[in-house]
Each structure stands twice: as C-alpha cells, then as structure tokens.
C-alpha cells in the first residue's frame, strides 16, 4: 500500500475542512453524466463528482479517491465500484473517528 501520498477519509460535512487536499469517500449514485457524477454522501449530502467515470457501468455505490475542489466537489482521480449495498452509517461514524481523535490512525 503506497503511504506517500494519503487520502483523507471524509463524509459531506467533512469535505469544506479539505479544499484542495487529497480526499477519499463514497457515495450513492443519484446521476451519472460523461463527465460528472452527481452522488449523495453517507451522511446525505449531494456531492458533484468532476471527472470522467470509468468506462464500466458504476454500481450503487462507488468509493471516489480525488482532490476535493470545492465545499461539494471532488476532482476524481480513482473511482472504485462497491456494489449495490453499502453500510453508510458505518463509514460515516469512521469519517467521524478519521478526523477526530483516532485521527493519527488514518493519515
């Protein structure tokens, strides 16, 4: 696993603190166009995601690893299918605990 170059763990709350850093999440796909995709983060909060998907069809949920460029936005860099269910209460409390006091354990 390369360490160089982390990427913070956030949900829709957490992205305005990471304007132009490094950010990975995943969201439930409400709309997908060429050359963006409109999700909605595990602690429901709409997020565009600039980018070109991969050519796959993208499933329910996809995690997104990218800079994040606006208080709503990512700039995708890597886009990874999780399936049709996905534990978004879970990874939203580990959002929590990522940039919280357990912050050291992430990045």
Same mark, same amino acid.
């Given at each position: 696993m390369d360490t160089s170059n982390p990427a913070i763990l956030v949900n829709g709350n957490l992205l305005p603190m990471h304007v132009r850093k490094r950010v990975r999440t995943v969201i439930q796909v409400l709309n997908s166009e060429r050359d +963006?995709?409109?999700g909605k983060s595990t602690d429901d909060q709409q997020l565009v995601i $600039?980018? +070109? /998907? /991969?050519s796959t069809p993208l499933t329910n949920f996809v995690e997104v690893i990218g800079i994040a460029d +606006? =208080? $709503?936005s990512i700039q995708a860099e890597i886009?990874?299918?999780f399936g049709d269910n996905? =534990?978004?209460s879970s990874f939203n409390q580990l959002c929590q605990l990522a940039n919280a006091e357990y912050q050291h354990l992430f990045l």
């Open positions: +963006s995709v409109i $600039k980018g +070109s /998907p /991969p +606006s =208080d $709503k886009w990874t299918n996905f =534990d978004a």
